[in-house]
């Protein structure tokens, strides 16, 4: 089964509201979220490391007022695009792995967002 | 980030097996190399990752060059399943344990 689980799956809004999704960590305690964004045809972008109980960590070129992470458990962190505009339109996913630079990362199934 | 290269596809027939190349030439001592494959519209799938020693398991081979600067990723009987696009990753082994995507190898299973 699942061992992350994204929510939604896909989503619409307009432009200039605030989307978020979750991830939660179903099988371990994930003091260590990551968020990337894929546009079509394209390899995953790595976005932002997401910390349990501290601040998250953003990749170079990516607007931490934008794009809003929150970890406040060890089994949840959400991403809010706040003011979405149709440039954020992509498809947004969560991984996590357990603790250890030699385990396995385990992926959500991805959001897709649209901004109209 | 340590850097991989793949070709940008690949394309093979059923039921054939299939070596998917991927150098890394400034692969680190303690880097692992992680595959991982994404199917349409889904988020990426853990394949198979290895340090030094060839691996095996019930998806994939992971064959290791012995200076560890490329790696092969074996699937032995292809199935129309399998067809993805590949990523080789070395992982972060500074402590932040973040994957770090390249262009991968878009991978067709011909009939």
């Known amino acids: 089964g699942a061992v992350v689980s994204q929510h939604p799956s896909r989503v619409i809004c307009k432009s200039g509201t605030s989307v978020k999704i979750e991830c939660r960590s179903l099988d371990f305690q994930a003091t260590t979220m990551f968020w990337y964004r894929q546009f079509p045809k394209k390899s995953l972008m790595l976005m932002a490391t997401?910390?349990?109980?501290?601040?998250?960590?953003?990749e170079q070129g990516v607007e931490k007022d934008k794009f809003l992470i929150n970890h406040a458990s060890l089994t949840l962190s959400t991403l809010t695009v706040t003011s979405a505009h149709p440039e954020d339109s992509s498809f947004y996913i969560c991984s996590t792995c357990r603790q250890g630079w030699s385990t396995e990362a385990f992926f959500g199934q991805g959001t897709r967002l649209t901004v109209v | 980030d340590a850097k991989t290269t793949q070709p940008n596809s690949m394309e093979s027939n059923e039921e054939e097996p299939v070596h998917l190349p991927c150098n890394h030439s400034?692969?680190?001592?303690?880097?692992?190399i992680h595959w991982y494959r994404q199917l349409p519209s889904q988020g990426p799938e853990y394949v198979i990752h290895g340090l030094t020693s060839n691996v095996n398991n019930r998806m994939a081979s992971l064959a290791i060059a012995e200076d560890r600067k490329s790696s092969t990723l074996i699937l032995h009987r292809a199935t129309l399943r399998d067809a993805a696009v590949y990523y080789c990753i070395l992982r972060d082994s500074g402590g932040a344990q973040k994957l770090v995507f390249g262009q991968g190898t878009r991978l067709t299973i011909n009939p």
């Open positions: 400034t692969i680190s001592g303690t880097d692992y």
């Open positions: 997401s910390n349990e109980g501290s601040k998250a960590t953003y």
